[in-house]
């Protein structure tokens, strides 16, 4: 029997994806191209806004559970590079993805192949150096982004920055601190950097709880959260940021 990822949504998502859906839907688009698309969530909120594309993650476990609940009509989902897809598309997602490559601007240079000139990048990194922690360890990470760092990075990539928000005050500030004390000790220097990228898709630090959260975490009970984030965009406070690029020329 195939073994599938159990997805279940924590805070942190769900607070990140809803600073995604908001840029997302200022722009005009309805094909989409998700680098890193774990479990297949965020394909499967966009194909029910009638958004349509492809998904890509470098984990056969996380590709197998996106393909389980994605609506593969309008998504197809494969276990791929950036370079591997074909064709080039109106926006392009990348969400916690560039903290995990060794040449970030090479990495970006790559998705600005797959934006279309006039379309949109949308990142999403975790923020700020001073708050590296074991999570950060466990899921391959090699750096936490400052804001004025990430912006640099997508210039010299060849992309326009239109804005960089801070996403997550206060509720992911608070969940941080849990994430890192329920995986000390689980970061072990044997395991290889790229296995614990390719495992961080579909990581869940309490998989047992994951009823649970589908409970207590959703979008109604998150709405309050979401408000209140909004009013720490501008700032540093947050845990990630979400920047959106413009691609202003054609194939990079």
């Known amino acids: 029997m195939e073994h599938r990822l159990a997805w279940y949504p924590t805070p942190s998502y769900l607070v990140k994806r809803k600073a995604i859906?908001?840029?997302?839907?200022?722009?005009?688009?309805?094909?989409?191209?998700?680098?890193?698309?774990?479990?297949?969530?965020?394909?499967?909120?966009?194909?029910?806004?009638?958004?349509?594309?492809?998904?890509?993650?470098?984990s056969a476990e996380a590709v197998a559970a996106a393909r389980a609940i994605a609506d593969l009509s309008r998504f197809r989902v494969e276990q791929?590079?950036?370079?591997?897809?074909?064709?080039?598309?109106?926006?392009?997602?990348?969400?916690?993805?560039?903290?995990?490559?060794?040449?970030?601007?090479?990495?970006?240079?790559?998705?600005?192949?797959?934006?279309?000139?006039?379309?949109?990048?949308?990142?999403?990194?975790?923020?700020?150096?001073?708050?590296?922690?074991?999570?950060?360890?466990?899921?391959?990470?090699?750096?936490?982004?400052?804001?004025?760092?990430?912006?640099?990075?997508?210039?010299?990539?060849?992309?326009?920055?239109?804005?960089?928000?801070?996403?997550?005050?206060?509720i992911y500030n608070l969940m941080k601190p849990f994430y890192d004390r329920a995986v000390v000790g689980k970061v072990t220097e044997v395991e290889l950097l790229e296995r614990r990228t390719e495992k961080s898709g579909?990581?869940?630090?309490?998989?047992?709880?994951?009823?649970?959260?589908?409970l207590l975490f959703n979008d109604v009970t998150m709405y309050p959260f979401y408000l209140i984030q909004r009013l720490f965009y501008r700032t540093d406070l947050g845990n990630g940021y979400v920047a959106v690029a413009l691609n202003p020329r054609g194939e990079g």
Do not use: Q
């Open 80 to 170: 791929a590079e950036v370079d591997d897809v074909s064709g080039i598309f109106e926006v392009v997602i990348a969400s916690e993805v560039l903290e995990h490559c060794l040449d970030d601007v090479a990495f970006l240079r790559k998705l600005r192949r797959k934006t279309a000139e006039g379309g949109r990048l949308i990142l999403t990194v975790p923020a700020r150096m001073a708050k590296w922690g074991a999570n950060d360890e466990l899921c391959g990470h090699l750096r936490r982004y400052e804001r004025e760092e990430l912006r640099a990075r997508l210039v010299e990539a060849g992309f326009e920055p239109l804005t960089v928000v801070s996403y997550g005050v206060p």
């Open 21 to 58: 859906v908001e840029f997302l839907e200022k722009v005009p688009v309805r094909r989409v191209l998700e680098v890193g698309c774990g479990a297949g969530d965020l394909l499967r909120f966009l194909a029910g806004r009638g958004y349509a594309g492809v998904g890509i993650d470098l």
């Open 202 to 214: 579909g990581m869940r630090l309490l998989p047992r709880l994951g009823g649970l959260f589908a």
